[in-house]
């Protein structure tokens, strides 16, 4: 017997009829012997609703507020589920965030998990109780209700999982797992068995749709296995799990392809290359809250040096401005910006025993004549900026050239 940690999302348990079949398939894992702890979000289109109603009574709501009305959400969903258990003639019990404890910062409406006290929930387990939690929501030391951010029941549902020690986390979902790449990108890509904590995390670009990545890097921390599958199907979904665990990594190099449009490129040329240039540049934009993503500095020559970094296209103009502000401090050459374009990343931890496979990705690249604006590498990925235009061709090439399709 097993302690299984199941989170069913917004469009999971989006009216009735999904609720009815949620609350059967919790009963077929419970049949199988196991203990069941189900985490809920709101259904599906609600936490927009009450946002939008806050909006409509205070354009500007104070945040605990709005987690006091977005707290209802889930709660609804709860006291459903349970009753459509209780109607199949099986105990079940809901609980709120506080109710079990689920501690969190005071952060309205983006809180962290600091502590949870399971006890609760193992007082039902042992009352022979399927235990029912409301995702998304905590309490502070105070008593105030508290939100976990957008996405948050993912989070909740591996957070009770290490509490818990639960031996897996099911993330049920619209999407029966993670892919190779996006299928609207690639009509052959192809549902992945196993995936790593840190490939999915170097994934996020695709797998963000799929999960909070914050719960990845929770489950990653607690070593908890993960496991996203589909509530309307019997495919076992993608495990994301540790390298160890993961038992295809004796012959598998790349996972999957993942990218992002939301790139702009900014590059100021022609300042002076000596000790403090990359602070004096990226500390305005630091300053500003702004992320940089990638960052490349060229080799000086006549004392001077050009230096390139991206970030993401919503903060291209704010960037602009201040790095022209920069430049002429420091009497640069020019200042020159791209918001057309994409990052392409080929994700892999097979990439750490086999070589040549960034040189690989260069030349499939080049045969399609695409050029290669910046590289960067880690460990277990390669990533390239490329103009957006040929972003689908960069995909489609590299998942045909690196085997990921299906096979015929
Ligand atoms: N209901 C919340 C949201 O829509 C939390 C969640 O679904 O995970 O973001
Ligand atoms: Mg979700």
Redesign the pocket.
């Known amino acids: 017997m097993a302690l299984i940690v199941q989170k069913y999302?917004?469009t999971s348990v989006a009216n009735p009829e999904c609720i009815g079949i949620v609350a059967d398939r919790i009963i077929r894992t419970r049949q199988q012997g196991h203990d069941i702890v189900v985490v809920v979000?709101?259904m599906?289109g609600?936490?927009?609703r009450l946002l939008s109603l806050a909006k409509e009574i205070n354009p500007d709501p104070d945040p605990r507020e709005v987690d006091v009305l977005?707290a209802t959400?889930?709660q609804v969903t709860i006291a459903l589920l349970s009753m459509a258990l209780h109607a199949r003639g099986f105990k079940a019990c809901s609980f709120t965030g506080s109710q079990v404890h689920i501690l969190t910062d005071s952060a309205h409406n983006k809180a962290r998990i600091k502590k949870i006290d399971g006890q609760r929930v193992r007082q039902a387990l042992e009352d022979k109780a399927i235990v029912v939690v409301a995702?998304?929501q905590g309490v502070d030391e105070q008593g105030n209700i508290t939100?976990?951010?957008?996405?948050?029941?993912?989070t909740?549902a591996v957070a009770l999982a290490a509490a818990l020690k639960a031996d897996e986390c099911q993330i049920y979902t619209d999407v029966d797992g993670v892919y190779t790449t996006d299928p609207r990108v690639v009509p052959d890509a192809r549902r992945l068995d196993t995936l790593t904590y840190e490939e999915m995390l170097e994934m996020a670009s695709l797998g963000a749709k799929v999960l909070?990545i914050r719960s990845v890097e929770f489950a990653q921390k607690y070593q908890v296995k993960l496991r996203v599958a589909s509530t309307f199907s019997e495919e076992g979904g993608t495990l994301i799990t540790d390298e160890n665990e993961s038992k295809k990594m004796e012959n598998v190099v790349i996972s999957g392809i993942a990218f992002n449009r939301d790139e702009a490129k900014l590059t100021i040329l022609g300042v002076p290359d000596h000790p403090g240039i990359a602070h004096a540049i990226l500390g305005p934009i630091a300053d500003a809250n702004i992320e940089v993503d990638m960052i490349i500095q060229n080799i000086g020559r006549d004392g001077t040096t050009d230096f390139t970094f991206t970030v993401h296209r919503n903060d291209y103009k704010s960037a602009l401005k201040i790095l022209q502000d920069v430049a002429e401090q420091l009497e640069a050459r020019e200042v020159l910006g791209d918001d057309n374009i994409v990052k392409v990343s080929l994700v892999g931890v097979g990439m750490r025993s086999h070589a040549g496979i960034a040189d690989e990705m260069f030349r499939l690249l080049a045969e399609k004549d695409i050029n290669i604006q910046m590289i960067s590498t880690s460990e277990i990925k390669v990533s390239v900026i490329l103009h957006e235009h040929q972003l689908d061709t960069a995909v489609q090439v590299l998942h045909e050239g690196f085997g990921l399709g299906r096979p015929d």
């Open positions: 999302g917004g979000s709101a599906s609600e936490t927009n977005l959400g889930e995702g998304f939100t976990l951010g957008r996405g948050g029941s993912d909740s909070q």
